[in-house]
């Protein structure tokens, strides 16, 4: 009955988070969000031609740069986009249904993103209500929220992420078998064909995921006839899911990640016109961190910053979830020696692991700003924000063990969170569903 009540009450999270991210999707004005008039481009074209597009073709290029997202192979968003999109045109063709119908995608990572979450502290803390205090936590993020509601692929990235942490965390708790093989190769597909910001996680936990299959072989858990087969079964899914796209970009372009490819487009542009679209910051990494103000703006677009970076919050927003993530993570670390399993050892590991993952991804930003385009912007980060979760609701966790049930002390630890929950609400509905330069 328990489990029974756990699974509806998530559902009901979940549920009431996708209405809300629809509500939002449904109102926003089209082309007012970040690289959406780009990215609609991709799902229009496989809707309108049943094909996949070229980066050369004219319907999936801006009029400048020769900026084509077709170049890359991560089209995950984009196929599923123009199925959402065909499934409305049975109803209506209208521009604006078919805009709409497109970001379901988004809104549907987003809840995605927001259960596995969820469900991995619950397996890291097994108590129900913190696993529904990190599913609110994410999902009402304000910038989680917003990109849940509009084209874009960082929430696909974001939720492949969650995936992968869980099916690791359900290797480090239990043991490695075929369903937590395919979960695992499941999230490093939806991480390859989303965004390539989530490399960092991709490559770490395959470098943890090798390393927890040898500590339970040598342990006897897993005998090596099964780990081989766990491994091969984990392989074989990402080679056939997520290698036909990286073969045709090759195909295509001679570029397995499109990366070289969007880039000669663009000097292509640059030499054919004389016309600079892509501005580097002009010197070192470290007086761009210590001069420009890449760091605030990331911080704050992590947080909440909407429409093309125009519409900012009050500071007082970001004080708030700066001291908010800071106190649980601090919890953390300051408690260390409360030992809640048998499995520390391998999740300090895990832990340091995924350290190195969040810092990775923040250093693949600070380079694309200083060598490719200066673009200090939260989204391209927004891939840490799983782990951030956890190691938050671990802290309290660990913290809450400290109060010796005691049920009042221990209600304080949810006023935070009710604050989290109500600011968040807040903050969408002022700036985003009540600003005319948004919603029409």
């Known amino acids: 009955m328990k489990k029974k009540n756990y699974d509806l009450t998530l559902l009901l999270i979940i549920m009431a988070l996708l209405v809300y991210y629809l509500i939002i999707a449904y109102n926003l004005l089209f082309n007012k969000n970040p690289d959406e008039l ?26 400048f740069g020769n900026f084509s997202y077709a170049y890359y192979p991560q089209l995950l968003g984009g196929i599923l986009s123009s199925i959402f999109m065909k499934i409305m045109s049975l109803f209506s063709t209208k521009p604006t249904l078919l805009v ?84 695992f190769a499941g999230g490093i597909i939806v991480c390859l064909l989303g965004y390539l910001n989530s490399i960092p996680f991709v490559l770490l936990g395959i470098c943890y995921a090798i390393f927890t299959i040898v500590n339970q072989y040598k342990t006897g858990e897993v005998s090596g006839k099964s780990a081989m087969k766990i491994v091969g079964l984990s392989i074989v899914i990402v080679l056939l899911f997520a290698s036909p796209l990286y073969i045709r970009n090759y195909c295509l372009y001679h570029d397995f990640t499109g990366a070289k490819a969007f880039n000669d487009a663009n000097q292509r542009w640059l030499i054919s016109t004389g016309k ?85 991804t923040i250093c693949l930003s600070i380079y694309r700003s200083a060598t490719t385009d200066f673009q200090p912007q939260g989204r391209y980060i927004l891939t840490i924000f799983p782990i951030i979760v956890i190691w938050w609701i671990e802290g309290i966790n660990k913290f809450s063990i400290l109060l010796v049930n005691n049920i009042k002390i221990k209600c304080y630890i949810y006023i935070p969170v009710i604050c989290y929950v109500v600011l968040s609400l807040w903050c969408v509905l002022r700036y985003v569903i009540l600003n005319p330069l948004l919603v029409g």
């Open 38 to 63: 780009l990215r609609y481009k991709i799902p229009l074209y496989i809707y309108r031609h049943g094909a996949l597009p070229v980066g050369t073709n004219k319907e999936v290029m801006l009029p």
């Open 100 to 183: 709409f119908a497109a970001r379901w995608t988004s809104s549907i990572f987003g809840i995605i993103t927001v259960y596995f979450t969820a469900k991995s502290c619950k397996l890291l803390t097994n108590k129900r209500i913190l696993s529904y205090a990190a599913a609110v936590i994410i999902g009402l993020l304000p910038q989680f929220t917003y990109l849940s509601a509009y084209v874009n692929n960082d929430v696909i990235a974001i939720a492949g992420v969650s995936i992968l942490i869980f099916s690791l965390i359900i290797a480090t708790k239990r043991k490695w078998n075929y369903k937590v093989a395919v979960l």
């Open 276 to 360: 600079q679209t892509m501005n580097p910051y002009n010197g070192s990494i470290i007086r761009m961190m210590l001069d420009s103000n890449w760091m605030v703006t990331t911080l704050k677009s992590t947080v909440s910053l909407f429409g093309y970076m125009s519409v900012t919050p009050k500071v007082g927003y970001y004080i708030f979830y700066l001291l908010f993530f800071y106190t649980g993570i601090l919890f953390k670390i300051v408690l260390t020696k409360i030992n809640l399993d048998n499995t520390t050892k391998l999740k300090k590991i895990f832990d340091i692991l995924m350290l190195l993952g969040v810092i990775l």
